[in-house]
């Protein structure tokens, strides 16, 4: 397992401003107040690289998650790019409101990206979410926050 402080090309890629999106899952965890860890799955619609060193993601509002981050400051977004598994742990520097909705934009500077690789057993898929009845939503929602994050 390889480790970095910057963000891969490979997860550059997916996640930069002019990457097409697509419909693959991204799991953001976070350490509840007793200690567990906490998912919540995010889409490339709710996290966007800001550059290596940096990311932003929106959350609902009022969520466990959004809690989370707010007690700690801390998150690992956990990525899959077949054959690899990318973990990027991240602090969290500030948050802002979305325009006119119920979430929030955390804006993160990466920590540690570790790369998950076996050569005997290489990650064949990703797992993906059926795009049909949200992605209308998800890219509106996706503007918007590129409009915002582009005026910080």
């Known amino acids: 397992m390889a480790s970095m402080m910057v963000l891969p090309e490979e997860v550059l890629s ?3 401003a002019a990457a097409p999106r697509r419909n693959s899952i991204i799991v953001l965890l976070t ?3 007793d200690q567990y860890p906490h998912s919540a799955l995010l889409s ?3 996290v966007l690289a800001l ?3 940096k990311m932003a993601f929106h959350v609902h509002r009022g969520t466990r ?3 989370n981050l707010s007690r700690t400051g801390k998150a690992s ?3 899959f790019l077949p054959p ?3 973990t990027v742990k991240v602090d969290v520097l500030s948050v802002s409101a979305m325009e006119s909705e119920e979430e929030d934009i955390y804006y993160c500077k990466v920590r540690d990206v570790r790369r998950d690789y076996s050569e005997l057993s290489p990650i064949t898929s990703e797992p993906t979410f059926d795009p049909t009845r949200v992605s209308e939503d998800y890219s509106r929602r996706y503007l918007k926050m590129l409009t915002q994050v582009s005026l910080n």
Do not use: F, H, K
Request: charged share 20%; aromatic share 10%.
């Open 77 to 79: 977004l956990l990525l």
């Open 51 to 53: 550059s290596r060193e």
């Open 14 to 16: 997916l996640l930069r």
């Open 65 to 67: 998650t959004a809690g």
């Open 44 to 46: 490339p619609y709710q």
């Open 31 to 33: 350490v509840d107040q």
């Open 84 to 86: 690899s598994a990318y």
